[in-house]
């Protein structure tokens, strides 16, 4: 459903409750839009992601990783 701004500020409570029982709720100002959705659909959109930490544990391998340094000379720079 769509809401003006001023009408979803006056009735915040039951753009929330529909949210939750009836699906996402749009609300418009001035030719933007944001949406209300429910917790559960957003995780359903985003996913489940690891820690950083987990990420970096059980990341992708980097051990053929080349990290060595270019000694190659670097260019003149006149400061």
Not at 6 to 11: F, G, W
Not at 26 to 44: K, N, P
């Amino acid at each position: 459903m769509k809401w003006k701004l001023a009408e979803a500020k006056n009735k915040l409570s039951e753009v929330v409750r529909l949210a939750l029982t009836k699906g996402p709720q749009r609300i418009e100002r001035r030719g933007d839009s944001v949406v209300v959705i429910a917790t559960e659909y957003f995780e359903l959109l985003i996913g489940k992601r690891p820690s950083f930490k987990d990420y970096l544990l059980n990341g992708p391998d980097l051990s053929e990783l080349d990290l060595t340094r270019d000694r190659s000379k670097m260019r003149d720079v006149e400061l």
